[in-house]
């Protein structure tokens, strides 16, 4: 196919790939901002608070003593070392700096993990609704994303049941996010240990994406998935990184917990591709990982607070149910009731006919459900302060009263 084409026409793969979602809307709502419109936004996939002080000075001190070399491409040291004691101390076992591959993200860490284990032909079940990247990274290692959905009524959580129902034999890997972007749900001991099971009976690889973990809310535990069952740490890859957790979403920092030969797999690929992650950056990591972990605790609070106030005021709007989301920083109410009313621009036929109505006649920026696997539900951030959630859902409140 490829030699039919000419000049810089473009690749199949990428062509099939849609640029990420959540990353477009939030830049659409900052420069419709910048523009002077009156936008509160909701599309946020970060927290709103900055940097810890003591985080930054550790980077300043870095940049100051010259740590401004290449460094070893799965990171240095003594922050592999620092993972590897984390993770220890959470229950995993034998861990020591081999296992830990330090990325630019944990983005960066799911690609990397896609990339040397998918081969082209094979599957990877996906739990819909799923965060936007899954199956882009899926389709970018020219395997084969595979959704297995789940109900508003059982709080958005893939049951081992269905698990197990859509394996085949081309089964290769499950991505598993708990906390979840964009429903907040939060998996239980009982229903983690039940996918487990499935997964070691069929000998299926996870990649256990972490990321929200320390925003759990409601005294639900934090669990470690690779802990859960015997064997299981031999077929999971732990994901994590330090952008919600510590703030730090544009310093690109994350990393990831694997057997030693998926680690020297992704070292090579980020040999070829990215090298180190940036070297000062590494240094505020380590900071942020054995330093004051109150900054954090401190966030989780007005997150829970704001979670609690934007539920409220989901639920009171007519025609929109919200399950209560457990974890991350994310609600995602149900809107089909009012699909296929007509607003100002005519009719409102899908999810995202809606989010752009709330965000051109009403000024509030969200994220269609469709991109998360979800038409009809609307993904808002409350990663925000909360006079705008009072605001905003005031304004979303009037806007679909005025859809006829
Ligand atoms: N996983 C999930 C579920 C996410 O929402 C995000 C987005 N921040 C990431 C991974 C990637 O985070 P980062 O690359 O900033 O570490
Ligand atoms: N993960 C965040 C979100 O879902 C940040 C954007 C992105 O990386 O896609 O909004």
């Known amino acids: 196919m490829s030699a039919s084409k000419k000049g810089l026409a473009l690749g199949d793969l990428i062509q099939s790939i849609e640029p990420s979602p959540t990353l477009s809307i939030t830049a659409l709502a900052g420069s419709l901002k910048a523009a ?31 740590k401004t070399k290449y460094e070893p491409v799965v990171g240095v040291k003594v922050l592999r070392d620092a993972v590897a004691k984390l993770y220890t101390e959470r229950g995993l076992k034998d861990l020591s700096a081999a296992n830990v591959v330090i990325s630019t993200g944990a983005k960066h860490s799911l690609y990397g993990c896609t990339q040397v284990l998918l081969d ?23 395997a084969t994303p595979v959704f297995v959905g789940s109900t508003e009524d059982n709080g958005f959580k893939m049951t081992a049941a269905d698990f197990r129902a859509a394996i085949t034999p081309r089964t290769r890997m499950l991505i598993l996010n708990s906390p979840n972007n964009p429903t907040g749900a939060v998996y239980t001991r009982a229903e983690l240990e039940a996918i487990a099971d499935v997964c ?24 470690e998935f690779a802990t859960l069952r015997p064997g299981l740490q031999d077929l999971t890859i732990t994901v994590n990184g330090l952008s919600k ?22 070292s090579k690929l980020q040999s070829q591709s990215t090298s180190n992650a940036t070297s000062i950056t590494q240094w505020a990591a380590l900071a942020a990982l054995q330093g004051d ?32 989301p457990m974890g991350a920083f994310y609600t995602f109410p149900n809107l089909s009731a009012h699909l296929g009313k007509t607003g100002p621009d005519g009719v409102i036929a899908d999810d995202n006919a809606l989010c752009n109505h709330l965000l051109k006649n009403c000024g ?12 009809g539900n609307v993904r808002l951030s409350y990663a925000t302060d909360d006079d705008s959630i009072r605001a ?13």
């Open 245 to 266: 957790s510590h703030a730090m979403t544009g310093w690109r920092l994350g990393y990831l917990v694997a057997p030693p030969a998926v680690a020297d797999a992704v």
């Open 36 to 66: 002077g419109h009156d936008i509160i936004s909701f599309s946020a996939g970060q927290p709103d608070f900055d940097t810890p002080d003591h985080i930054k000075e550790a980077a300043k001190a870095a940049l100051d003593a010259g």
């Open 293 to 324: 972990q109150e900054p954090t605790r401190a966030m989780k609070v007005h997150f829970d607070r704001r979670r609690k106030l934007m539920v409220e005021l989901l639920r009171a709007i007519p025609g929109v149910t919200c399950a209560e």
């Open 200 to 223: 070691l009976e069929h000998q299926i690889a996870v990649l256990w994406d972490s990321i929200y973990d320390e925003l759990i809310y409601g005294g639900l535990e934090m669990l």
């Open 364 to 375: 509030v920026a969200t994220v269609p459900g469709s991109a998360f696997g979800a038409p």
């Open 392 to 404: 905003g859902l005031a304004r979303i409140a009037e806007g679909l009263a005025a859809l006829k």
């Open 120 to 142: 082209p032909g094979d599957e990877c079940i996906i739990p819909a609704p799923y965060w936007v990247t899954y199956p882009a990274q899926v389709l970018l290692a020219r």
